[in-house]
């Protein structure tokens, strides 16, 4: 079948500049409430605080006076505002209004926040207002950064408002006293309860509180946001399956302004990276040092050479110009975000460590480097511009390749229509369970029939099965069936009809331990003199050997030793020629965002190239539409090519990595079974490669049914190594579930000791106790997480009933031949990935001109 040819019509226009585009703030899909004409504060207390948001040159807003009538009537829920618009004392003069007028000691409001970096600045917003009370409040912080002798203090007696990460509350539900210090608890307000919805540290607060509704019954729980789709589902996963929650929204109309800084040509043949630097000097040209400006990457090794290249190209900026992420060190951190506040720094290339929560005023644009790859990520990020009411987010698109100017074009459509991606709550993660009961037994112990019936007030737990409870019960009080014989693994007692925990030693590694947050091992990263610069994984200090350069917090290092799981550097005088890699760095497609980028592509297709972008990316759509065709919203694409390689397949769902990693192994399952072949597999975003050596007759097997979703979980088992992956994803669910502990303070256990501690528990189980309750949910978590299972379903579900356009090409495509680059970038080779690439690239020009 030859290629169809076609040329791409759409207005012309200039072939560089930005495209700028005014797009509301998201509605609400769920009615405002009721009470906008009476505010129930305490009258004594009304005035005054009514008085100081004068004296702040404020007036209340109706959502924030809404939500004060809301929290008086004794009502719980979820408050959905735009980024900037006032969440915080929307949420807290109601209480603290309350707390003003008992006059009560003792905790009375707690405050949950993900980033414990951020209550500081949280901490000084929750202080304001106790200017104009005349009461004896105090505001205080628990997290991992606060002192020794603060927390000996609050162990006695809690601040009547504590400021704490969901790691530190599960830790003060560990003291025996904690029903005592909790029983004064008016109100929970939980911050930016988006970014802990859907993984296990929002499991960890929707346990901490169903406990702390049971110390004080009449608490209320409020959830703060501003990018969430499923509102009902988020509100009731934080007030408890049982209450029906209140919501408030705002009608502030809170623009983002969208920009996209569009290249001067267009490579035909992109692939991933290869625009990233070479838009660096105008990205540089855009950057004004006088405005405060955030530059957002996706990975921290992206944010270290963008850091570096702009040091390169402006040197005069070295004084306003800074580096954040996660890795480097708390106190370097700190100066940067003080200098955002009090503009002495104006210029941070960040990663998501600046996200969420801080309120730094003085930014006035937010740059983002490469695609968001989410809707709800982009707005999130244009917020952190203009964070006040009302006022306009800026926001920057920077491509890194060329097909990025589509995804671009895309997030622009999917924010004018507010396709925000839903977060859904985990369901029975068993490991958290497990830990909880510990905490549980630790914080005054607890009865079997009564922790059940609280633990089943979750939306996360709401349908536990009294055997799953059981079972994960007998985890901790004897290690399960196969380990009762190992003393280390009995870490709670059942005193009579009590559980408790009687072991010393067995309760400080249990605190120590508390949290859900699983990453690869990481290692100090110090000089030679001591001073510390950070963290880095262990996996790549292993890879370095003395002398090796690296960049690092925007210096170049040179490594010397490895030492106690701390890595000695120098600086260093050559250039560096590695940068650390973190896992989980690849973000994929979400599904708002690659629905988006469908249409995107469809919209092309018609010849609509009517965005600055798509009309940058002419070159390369025209490219595709003359060696095949482009994508149709309606179908899916198949392109079929032979080379000196062998006989490919390019399938373009456009669905995802993660998804497109499951789809492809299992594809090359069911075509073997139609004839023996033997695949290599290439994934991204946008689709997936399968090659074989031998010819196939891939058109005659690419029917309706070999998407199928009949058997998925069966030939997905079959398709990839479920064990070897499931042993890996084990180490993290028995490290939540605390059979295996990281070790006290300067006995620490190396990676590979805890991989070995996890691989013989897994081994164990698997052989003596094959339906253990872990192992069947690290292998749940292997399909959602490495697969995303309800993508994949709904993906196979599409499929299925789409036409599939199955085309020859003579030669691999510009939706193809990333694909290639990411196979071949996984392949050894002397010759740089460039070169080969160069190399191809002027291969395929040359022929392609012949044939023309």
């Given at each position: ?253 809170r623009p983002v302004r969208i920009e996209t800084l569009l290249p001067e040509s267009v490579d035909a043949f992109p692939w991933a990276g290869h625009l990233g630097f070479s838009m660096l000097r105008k990205a540089a040209d855009w950057l004004d040092p006088a405005r405060s400006t955030l530059l957002f990457t996706n990975t921290r090794s992206q944010a270290e050479r963008w850091y570096e290249g702009l040091r390169f190209l402006h040197p005069e900026w070295e004084d306003v110009l800074a580096l954040h992420h996660g890795s480097i060190d708390r106190e370097a951190r700190e100066r940067v975000e003080r200098g955002l506040k009090d503009g002495s720094v104006r210029l941070v290339v960040c990663t998501s460590s600046l996200d969420l929560g801080v309120d730094f005023g003085p930014v006035e644009r937010v740059v983002q480097v490469g695609s968001p790859k989410g809707i709800a990520r982009t707005l999130q990020r244009a917020g952190r511009s203009a964070h006040r009411p009302g006022a306009t987010a800026n926001l920057l698109f920077v491509p890194t390749h060329a097909l990025e100017l589509v995804e671009m074009a895309a997030a622009r459509e999917a924010l004018s229509h507010c396709e925000v991606e839903p977060r859904a709550p985990l369901r029975q993660p068993l490991d958290v369970l497990a830990q909880h009961l510990v905490t549980c037994a630790l914080g005054g112990g607890f009865t079997r029939d009564k922790l059940i019936s609280e633990v089943r ?396």
């Amino acid at each position: 079948m030859p290629p169809r040819r076609r040329s791409l019509g759409g207005p012309t226009g200039p072939r560089g500049g930005t495209r700028v585009q005014s797009i509301p703030s998201p509605p609400s899909p769920l009615p405002e409430g009721e009470g906008l004409t009476r505010v129930s504060l305490p009258v004594d207390v009304r005035e005054r605080i009514l008085s100081w948001f004068r004296s702040q040159g404020w007036a209340p807003f109706p959502f924030q006076l809404q939500a004060w009538d809301a929290y008086s009537r004794g009502a719980s829920g979820l408050i959905h505002v735009p980024t900037g618009a006032g969440k915080t004392y929307a949420a807290y003069i109601g209480p603290l209004a309350e707390v003003a007028h008992h006059r009560q000691k003792g905790l009375q409001v707690l405050y949950v926040t993900p980033l414990r970096a951020v209550s500081r600045d949280i901490e000084l917003a929750l202080n304001a207002p106790l200017s104009v009370l005349d009461v004896d409040i105090n505001v205080e912080s628990r997290t991992g950064d606060t002192s020794s002798s603060v927390r000996r203090r609050q162990r006695e007696r809690l601040p009547e408002v504590l400021i704490t990460t969901p790691e530190s509350l599960s830790l003060l539900l560990c003291n025996e006293r904690a029903h005592e210090l909790f029983a004064t608890l008016r109100c929970v307000i939980i911050d930016e309860w988006h970014e802990l919805l859907g993984s296990k540290r929002g499991t960890q607060v929707e346990l901490a509180l169903a406990r702390l509704r049971r110390f004080a019954p009449g608490l209320r729980t409020w959830a703060l946001s501003a990018t969430l789709a499923n509102l009902d589902e988020a509100a009731r996963a934080a007030v408890g399956p049982h209450v029906t929650p209140s919501f408030i929204r705002a009608g502030l109309d809170r623009p983002v302004r969208i920009e996209t800084l569009l290249p001067e040509s267009v490579d035909a043949f992109p692939w991933a990276g290869h625009l990233g630097f070479s838009m660096l000097r105008k990205a540089a040209d855009w950057l004004d040092p006088a405005r405060s400006t955030l530059l957002f990457t996706n990975t921290r090794s992206q944010a270290e050479r963008w850091y570096e290249g702009l040091r390169f190209l402006h040197p005069e900026w070295e004084d306003v110009l800074a580096l954040h992420h996660g890795s480097i060190d708390r106190e370097a951190r700190e100066r940067v975000e003080r200098g955002l506040k009090d503009g002495s720094v104006r210029l941070v290339v960040c990663t998501s460590s600046l996200d969420l929560g801080v309120d730094f005023g003085p930014v006035e644009r937010v740059v983002q480097v490469g695609s968001p790859k989410g809707i709800a990520r982009t707005l999130q990020r244009a917020g952190r511009s203009a964070h006040r009411p009302g006022a306009t987010a800026n926001l920057l698109f920077v491509p890194t390749h060329a097909l990025e100017l589509v995804e671009m074009a895309a997030a622009r459509e999917a924010l004018s229509h507010c396709e925000v991606e839903p977060r859904a709550p985990l369901r029975q993660p068993l490991d958290v369970l497990a830990q909880h009961l510990v905490t549980c037994a630790l914080g005054g112990g607890f009865t079997r029939d009564k922790l059940i019936s609280e633990v089943r007030d979750t939306l996360a737990y709401r349908d536990l099965s009294e055997e799953d409870f059981d079972r994960t019960l007998l985890l901790v009080t004897e290690g399960g069936p196969t380990l009762r014989a190992y003393p280390q693994f009995r870490r709670v007692q059942q005193l009579e009809d009590r559980y408790v925990v009687t072991d010393a030693r067995m309760a400080r590694l249990h605190r120590l331990n508390v949290g859900t947050i699983a990453s690869d091992a990481t290692v100090e990263l110090r000089y030679l003199k001591g001073a510390r610069l950070g963290t880095v994984e262990e996996s790549f200090v292993s890879r370095l050997r003395p002398g090796d350069t690296f960049l690092f917090a925007g210096k170049r290092l040179e490594f010397r030793l490895m030492k106690d799981l701390t890595a000695y550097v120098k600086a260093a005088k050559e250039r560096a020629s590695a940068t650390p890699r973190w896992s989980g760095g690849r973000l994929p497609l979400s599904g708002s965002l690659a629905a988006a980028v469908r249409r995107a592509f469809h919209a092309a297709r018609e010849g609509r190239l009517d965005t600055a972008e798509l009309e940058a990316a002419r070159p390369v759509l025209e490219a595709q539409a003359r060696l095949s065709r482009l994508p149709s919203q309606d179908a899916c694409l198949a392109e079929l090519c032979q080379t000196r390689e062998g006989h490919h397949l390019f399938l373009y769902p456009f669905e995802g990595r993660l998804v497109h990693e499951g789809l492809a192994a299992l594809l090359a399952l069911r075509l073997t079974r139609l004839q023996k072949a033997t695949f290599s597999l290439a994934v991204n975003d946008y689709g997936l490669e399968l090659l074989t050596p031998s010819p196939f007759p891939f058109e005659d097997a690419l029917r309706p049914a070999l998407f199928t979703r009949e058997r998925l979980v069966e030939d997905i088992l079959e398709s990839v190594n479920l064990g070897e992956l499931a042993r890996r994803q084990f180490r993290d669910v028995a490290r939540v579930a605390g059979l295996v502990m990281p070790g006290l303070p300067g006995a620490r256990k190396s990676t590979r000791q805890v991989q070995a501690s996890a691989g013989l528990l897994y081994n164990v189980f698997a052989r003596y106790e094959p339906d253990h309750l872990l192992l069947a949910q690290a292998r749940r978590e292997v399909l959602e997480q490495h697969f995303e299972q309800v993508r994949l379903v709904s993906t196979l579900e599409r499929l299925e009933r789409s036409p599939l356009e199955c085309i020859h090409v003579p030669r691999p495509t510009p939706l193809g031949f990333p694909l290639v680059i990411e196979r071949i970038g996984a392949t050894l080779s002397n010759e740089s990935l460039v070169d080969r690439v160069e190399r191809m690239k002027e291969k395929w020009l040359r022929e392609d001109s012949l044939s023309a």
